[in-house]
């Protein structure tokens, strides 16, 4: 009978049903696999035509009709269709039972006629009950399997997780102990001062040690010279000489006593939690007969409970105090035995493996009691720690926490150190590494990339693309597909890359290892076959991991040669050191896209137990220095002085800080970088990221520096003083004031701020002296202090002074209805000071006119009534007065068109917002076709605004919309838009153009630079602008005012034109008088006040028209004249002489030049150098200069020293500058160039050179070409043929370079740079070089003995075919190549010697072995294994050069190693005679899966796992059988394996699914 589930799906419980009327039923259908599941579970799992079974998770293929094109279990259907036909029969019987009783004699009423019908009830319903029950069986079945399966999961999952979770706590609690135990073992060498008793018994002995040492030798002075027993007590010292010595006076029982010094152990254990208490104290001294309290407690834990001893046990380690790792491999990797004798009974004679371990440390407090506590609660929800984090996020988390529960860390470390494996190094501050614990990562997307890359959905099509910044991929150096993303793209025929390219025509590509960190470039022939050796499309699901590789700089290291900047010694040693381990990184933060590490690597021997930092020793190798803001050994550098402004003219100052009347500083107030500066230090100085790598620790005195006052304020300042106790005493250069901070509130200053000179300038008083001598009284300094302090004044100087003096200066105060105050008159009118000249009190009106203050009407905040009703106006209405009307910087496309908004119209905006919203929720949904220059409502960032259509719709309906009320354009959808009503048109923005400036650098357009400049300073800020005149051309010609951080008002013109971004307008002047406007008098009545009480004789008269157009303001605040200067050229350089020269290559540039210097030149040189360098000893004064006209300047370089350079082009802020002795070009900003000639008697001294008859590919010089120039030539002293000389000697000449003997135009054409010009005829040789000596020396007998050049070795004999063996595996390379070893191997001899005899004679003399000097591929050698014995082995390939790794195979065993060219030794001839003992062969009858389910897989053969791996190797221990087969008799032999049972030996690998057959 079936069961009753048998009719029930195991996947989805429900019944199985037959196709009924136009139902199709749900039909029980068979897998591939075997196992059967109803339809509609069928239909669910169906995933692109495939299904997988849910319980053996084999992959079964649909037929064309899909899931009903299945097989269907007839067997099943039968038992469902009986099962229905049974239901209907009893149905029937019930019926006809029914119409029996119907037809019986109703008018019987005895109880034998109502039997019949009882029957019949009683049978339906036993009938019903039963197919119930049948039901409800098949579904506790079905729950009950399906609660069993996931009991045994669950099971399965926590006895995992505790098992690790129990280890990991047992490796914490042994690590603990062992730190405890070191601690207190350290403290033990200090022990004797303990033995207080001892040392008081020593002393009395060295006491009278020394009483009588003194007697015995008055006693021989006495003996010698006999007059002196009259001079001394001879009584005395005959009784201390003879004076016994008491023994009992001594207390000899000290040294049994102990030092009082005990450890306490005590454990206290259950079934979940271990407490272990160690504690080391000090007591009452014992004596050393008691057995210690240690012991008693050793002795206890022996009767304990097995449990508790086990965990008392974690106090204790191996013999040498470390904890044995409680995870270890069931099967590792076969090696061979440590001694010949029994290499037989292993399987590989490999080195022993190396695995990661991975070491946590950790700290505990300095008290030397140490509490280890572990719980496990089953009760409580465990939150397990993830994996750690990685990338720059990691830098940026600073304050992650290290470890979580009741017990701290005393000292918690700040960054979490991660196991790398170094990728690629461009140079130590630029290189990629990989995180390993990201190896599985790794792994699956290596194999997810190479299985994808079998498929024909892979390859490239004539109809694709490749695009830069595309994913694409690639080949890497192991032969695997690689991630790559497209640098650069080269189409056939042209010599400039493209952005996209057709696969077809693709010529030239430069890809980036996206997962490795290098860059390679493709030469690609025009063919799509071509293409798809070398480049493959990428799924999109390949793109979602990210990028393995993360690239990485070592803080705080910089070139050890700053000029020459990192060398390739620098990037060798890093490679050397790093090579391919794993090493710790820990990271320190980020810069840019470049995390700031410290490479750490474990060390190497057991006598050193300290990490190898990777910065230290480049450092230590003197190929990398530490950057100190203060150069060691140098005294560090100065601010640059304070520029003293001018004498006879008026400045606009306010006074910083107050000392004295004769001691304050004053800050200028038109000098704008003041406010920048200020700003710009708060903004970089509080960025928290930043903080890190700007601390400064040991600051010097006179080191620059930026420091943290009062609330947070960052300034300049300088250290002047260390009064200790991590304090420094610092004077803020830009305040003038001095203060005490905390060497914490210290940071590093950035260049950018210490180029600008010092902004606080000291000044005193003239004309005045203190009262009482030579001191200012306090009410003096007090009420000089209150008078000026933070205010503004004008400044009359009138005599020069020393920059070491304070520089004398009269204060005037304006006043807009008086003349000037003068403070040292208020001073003296007090009676606090007294005149140095006597003037009188009261000030005589002077000569000149002061300006009155700029007054700044209406600045405050504009306040609407919220409860009036504004009436709604659609356009712009500009108000009244176009003088200082407050607007808002909405958009900004450059100055020359920008967008303002008034603030008068926000009530405005407002409204129309509300209108808007309004409309558009009673309007409805219309379709219209948008067309240019129309208005519509644009819903933008969810809101309504007016817009204007600026072009037609596309395609893919997307509009550009201008927003008519802020001036910029977005683009939006078409449903974003609708129709705008007519009464809502207008705009709210006004378009507006600065006046008086044009863009700089003679262009048309504006740079992109002014443009960023004002977007990023004005977008969004309020401001004041006038109108000039009010036209309706757009954009309307305005000068526009803004605040600066410090609240002051700036001319946005004048101060572009400051940086050097604009350049101003030059009009003509105009002397006719313009018609005279009757509202502008009614507009300024106060003005002409102003002029009226101005008395006559104070300035001569005006002229009306200058009076009306100009009215009275301040001197000029922001505007500097700008210096015309004009320079020459430096004089041309001196030419080599035709012919063969030496000459040292100072650069190359990126058109092909080479520029080189001569011997003589290079003698030049140094001189040059000290010439400048002694003129050259302070910066000069910045200046506006006119740049054009400049030719030859000096440079202040990046070391910060001057040189000459030749001025090229000018670039807004910066200019284009060419070093003529050395042929460098950059871009530098104009702060660096100064209009002068340094030595200009001295001509050029380096000369630009091009290659004879050679030109590049494409006709320009590629940028590999020109790196490839600049790795062979720069700062290398070659021989130049120089061919033909110019007319002039500014134009290069024509030379042929050779390096080494070696032209360098056969060089780049080798390399596929260049090409000869073959209508060029070629140059005359290099003259051979004269050999000046000849040295006949006699080398006879100093040459050692010749290696001798050994053949092959010899092949062993192989069996007959179909011949049974008993063998022995003795490697194992992948599940299905072996190499096999059987008995007439070993006794294979030669003249009476076996191998194994041998090489036991052989090793007996191992200092005999003559070492290996030459190293062929295949040749025969010896190499020393782990066991300290030489093998026979060939050498297959050179690993490394430095140091020399050699990568060899033990022909006897069949494994592999790599080994330094030390361990390697001359093979004896004789070694050559015995044939291989290890045949490899490849096991037949099976082969690894076409789909392979598992993760981790074999990196050298990924087509078998690891556990398939493992299971082969179980399976092949001990004697086997092998059947030989020689399909191939080049090819290796196939072997049939079995075991001694007769059995295939794979058979378990099938039955397990890790192999298929063959």
């Known amino acids: 009978m079936e069961q009753p589930n048998s009719i029930i799906c195991k996947f989805c419980g429900n019944a199985y049903t037959l196709p009924e009327n136009q139902s199709e039923g749900n039909l029980p259908r068979t897998l591939v696999c075997g196992h059967i599941f109803c339809t509609s579970c069928l239909e669910s799992m169906n995933c692109d035509n495939v299904v997988q079974c849910p319980e053996c998770e084999v992959d079964s293929v649909l037929p064309q009709d899909g899931v009903f094109g299945l097989q269907e279990d007839s067997r099943i259907i039968g038992i469902v269709y009986t099962t229905r036909i049974n239901k209907m029969k009893r149905l029937d019987k019930s019926n006809n039972r029914k119409k029996q009783a119907q037809s019986s004699d109703i008018s019987d009423n005895t109880v034998d006629a109502m039997q019949p019908v009882n029957l019949e009830k009683s049978t339906k319903a036993v009938d019903e009950a039963l197919a119930t029950a049948a039901e409800h069986l098949a579904m506790l079945e079905y729950l009950d399997q399906t609660l069993n399966a996931g009991l045994a999961e669950q099971v399965k999952t926590e006895q995992a997780r505790l098992e690790m979770e129990i280890s990991q706590a047992a490796d914490r609690a042994m690590r603990a102990t062992q730190k405890w135990r070191n601690m207190q073992l350290s403290k033990l060498s200090g022990l004797d001062v303990h033995f207080t008793s001892t040392h008081a018994e020593l002393c009395k002995v060295k006491a009278r040690m020394d009483v009588l040492g003194n007697a015995v030798q008055k006693a021989k002075n006495v003996q010698s010279m006999p007059l002196l027993k009259h001079c001394t007590d001879l009584d005395k010292i005959l009784e201390t000489l003879q004076a016994p010595i008491d023994k009992e006076s001594f207390n000899m029982k000290c040294i049994t006593m102990g030092c009082g010094v005990s450890v306490m152990f005590r454990s206290k254990g259950g079934n979940q939690s271990v407490d272990l208490f160690l504690k080391m104290d000090t007591g009452k001294p014992n004596s050393l007969s008691v057995v210690p309290r240690l012991q008693q407690l050793s002795s206890e834990v022996a009767q304990q409970p097995p449990g508790q001893a086990h965990v008392q046990s974690l106090a204790g380690s191996d013999g040498h105090g470390r904890a044995k790792s409680p995870l270890r491999s069931r099967n590792q990797r076969m090696s061979p035995s440590r001694s010949p004798a029994s290499r037989c009974r292993s399987l590989t004679p490999t080195r022993g493996s190396s695995c990661y371990n991975s070491k946590a440390s950790s700290q505990v407090d300095a008290t030397p009691d140490v509490i280890v506590k572990e719980f496990i609660e089953t009760q409580n929800q465990h939150v397990s720690a993830g994996a750690p984090p990685t990338g720059p996020e990691l830098a940026k988390d600073k304050r992650r926490s290290r470890r979580r529960g009741s017990s701290h860390l005393s000292g918690q470390t700040k960054n979490v150190a991660q196991k790398v494996v170094v990728t690629h190094v461009v140079n130590p501050t630029h290189f990629y590494v990989r995180y390993v614990a990201k190896k599985q990562e790794s792994d699956i997307l290596s194999k997810e990339i190479n299985t994808f890359c079998t498929l024909d959905a892979s390859c490239f099509s004539t109809a694709d693309n490749v695009q830069n910044g595309s994913i694409v991929l690639a080949k890497g ?190 800050q200028l107030s038109d000098n704008m970088e003041s406010s920048l500066l200020k700003a710009r230090l708060q903004e970089c100085y509080n960025d928290k990221n930043a903080e890190e790598s700007l601390l400064l620790y040991c600051p010097v005195i006179g080191q620059a520096c930026v420091a943290r006052f009062d609330e947070n304020m960052w300034y300049r300042a300088e250290v002047i003083g260390n009064p200790g106790y991590r304090k420094v005493d610092v004077f803020c250069i830009d305040m003038g004031f001095m203060t005490t901070v905390l060497v914490s509130d210290l940071r590093k200053i950035k260049d950018e701020f210490f180029y600008l000179p010092a902004l606080a300038i000291q000044c005193c008083l003239s004309d005045v002296l203190p009262l009482a001598g030579e001191t200012w009284s306090d009410a003096c300094v007090k009420r000089f202090n209150s008078l000026t302090h933070g205010k503004l004044f004008t400044i009359a100087i009138t005599v020069k002074s020393s920059k070491k003096t304070p520089l004398p200066v009269k204060l005037l105060e304006s006043s807009p209805t008086d003349s000037p105050t003068n403070i040292a008159e208020v001073l003296i009118q007090e009676q606090l000071v007294c005149s140095k000249t006597g003037f009188k009190t009261n000030m005589v009106a002077d000569d000149a006119i002061w300006d009155s203050p700029l007054e700044l009407n209406g600045l405050g905040p504009l306040e609407l009534n919220a409860h009036a009703e504004v009436e709604f106006q659609p356009r712009l209405n500009l108000p009244g007065s176009l003088k200082d009307a407050k607007v808002r910087v909405s958009h900004i496309n450059s100055p020359s068109s920008f967008y303002v908004q008034f603030v008068n119209n926000d009530s405005q905006l407002k409204r129309l917002n509300e209108l808007l919203k309004k409309e558009r929720e009673l309007a409805k949904l219309q379709d219209v076709v948008w067309k240019s220059n129309m208005f519509c409502a644009a819903r933008v960032n969810q809101i309504w605004e007016r817009g204007l259509i600026c072009s037609d719709v596309s395609s893919d309906d997307i509009a550009e919309v201008m927003r008519c009320d802020h001036g910029n354009k977005v683009k939006l959808h078409v449903s974003n838009l609708q129709p705008l009503p007519a009464s809502l048109e207008g705009s709210f923005a006004l378009e507006c153009s600065l006046t008086d400036i044009k863009p700089a650098g003679g262009q048309p357009t504006w740079t992109a630079t002014a443009c960023d400049f004002m977007h990023r300073n004005l977008s969004g800020a309020s401001g004041l602008i006038t109108i000039q005149e009010l036209t309706d051309e757009r954009p309307v010609a305005v000068t526009l005012m803004c605040t600066n951080k410090t609240g002051e008002f700036v001319n946005v013109s004048d101060y572009l034109a400051y940086e050097g971004l604009a350049l101003r307008e030059r009009k003509s002047v105009e002397l006719s008088v313009p018609p005279e406007k009757p509202n502008e008098t009614e507009a300024h009545p106060c003005d002409t006040n102003k002029q009226a009480e101005t008395p006559t004789q104070a300035a001569p008269p005006l002229p009306a028209y200058i009076s009306k157009l100009y009215h009275p303001r301040p001197a000029p605040r922001t505007i500097r004249a700008v210096e015309k200067v004009q320079t020459d050229l430096y004089k041309t350089p001196e030419l080599p002489q035709l012919g063969h020269n030496h000459m040292t290559i100072s650069a190359v540039r990126e058109d092909g030049l080479i520029y080189a210097r001569t011997d003589t030149a290079e003698c030049h040189l140094e001189n040059l150098r000290k010439k400048i360098h002694q003129r050259m000893k302070t910066l000069p004064n910045q200046k506006l200069y006119t740049w054009k006209t400049v030719k030859g300047c000096a440079v202040i370089g990046p070391d910060m020293l001057w040189y000459r350079g030749q001025l090229l082009e000018v670039l807004g802020g910066h200019v284009k500058v060419q070093y003529v002795d050395y042929g460098l070009m950059e871009n530098i900003p104009v702060v660096h160039v100064y209009p002068r000639l340094l030595c200009e008697d001295i001509p050029q001294l380096c000369v630009a050179c091009q290659l004879h008859a050679t030109n590049p590919i494409g006709g320009i010089w590629h940028q590999d070409a020109i790196e490839l120039l600049t790795e062979m030539l720069l700062d290398r002293r070659v021989d130049v043929n120089v061919l033909m000389l110019p007319t002039d000697p500014r134009q290069p000449l024509t030379v042929e370079i050779f390096l080494d003997g070696l032209s360098l135009s056969t060089i780049l054409c080798n390399h596929k740079h260049a090409l000869f010009d073959q209508n060029t005829p070629p140059a005359p040789p290099l003259p051979p070089v004269p050999i000046l000596d000849i040295w006949d020396i006699d080398t006879e007998g100093l040459l050692g003995p010749r290696e001798v050049m050994l053949g092959p070795f010899t092949e062993p004999d192989l069996p007959k075919e179909g011949e049974h063996l008993n063998v022995r595996v003795k490697h194992l390379q992948t599940p299905n190549e072996v190499f096999l070893f059987w008995e007439d191997m070993a006794h294979e001899t030669v003249d009476g010697e076996t191998l194994q005899e041998c090489i036991t004679r052989i090793n007996a003399d191992v200092l005999g072995l003559l070492p290996l000097t030459s190293f062929p591929l295949g040749g025969p050698c010896l190499a020393e294994y782990s066991d300290g014995i030489y093998y026979r082995a060939k050498m297959l390939e050179i690993i490394s050069a430095e140091p020399v790794q050699i990568l060899i195979q033990h022909v006897d065993f069949g494994s592999n190693d790599t080994l330094p060219s030390n361990m390697l030794r001359q093979m004896p001839a004789e070694l050559l005679r015995f044939p291989f003992q290890a045949l490899k062969v490849h096991l037949a009858g099976f082969k690894a899966p076409s789909i392979q389910t598992e993760d981790q897989v074999l990196p050298y053969c990924p087509e078998w796992s690891i556990k398939a791996t493992q299971a082969m190797i179980d399976l092949l221990h001990g004697d086997l059988i092998a059947e030989f087969k020689y399909d191939d008799a080049s090819a290796e032999p196939s072997v049939l394996l079995y075991n001694q049972e007769g059995h295939a030996v794979f058979l378990p690998l099938l039955a397990s699914g890790l192999a298929q057959l063959d």
Not at 520 to 542: C, F, G, M, P, Q
Not at 619 to 648: D, G, H, M
């Open 477 to 666: 150096k192991e032969g695997l597909w690689c991630r790559t993303r497209v640098l650069s793209v080269f189409q056939s025929g042209r010599d400039s890359s493209v952005e996209i390219c057709p696969v077809d025509q693709l010529g030239h590509i430069r890809i980036f290892f996206i997962d490795y960190g290098y860059t390679n470039s493709l030469t690609i022939e025009r063919d799509v076959s071509s293409v798809n050796n070398h480049l493959r499309k990428i799924n999109r699901e390949l793109v979602r991991f990210a990028p393995q590789a993360v690239r990485c700089s070592l803080k705080g290291l910089v070139p050890y040669d700053l000029s020459k900047g990192w060398s390739n010694q620098a990037q060798r040693a890093f490679c050397k050191v790093v090579g391919s381990a794993v090493v710790e990184m820990s990271s320190f933060g980020q810069d840019r896209d470049s995390l700031l590490v410290d490479l750490s690597k474990d060390p190497v021997g057991p006598s050193n137990d300290v990490p190898i930092s990777i910065r230290d020793y480049l450092v230590f190798t003197e190929v990398a220095r530490f950057y100190y803001p203060v150069k060691p050994s140098r005294r560090p550098l100065k601010y640059y002085s304070a520029v003293v402004p001018k004498i006879n003219v008026e400045h606009n100052v306010v006074v910083t800080h107050i000392n004295s009347p004769d001691d304050f500083y004053i």
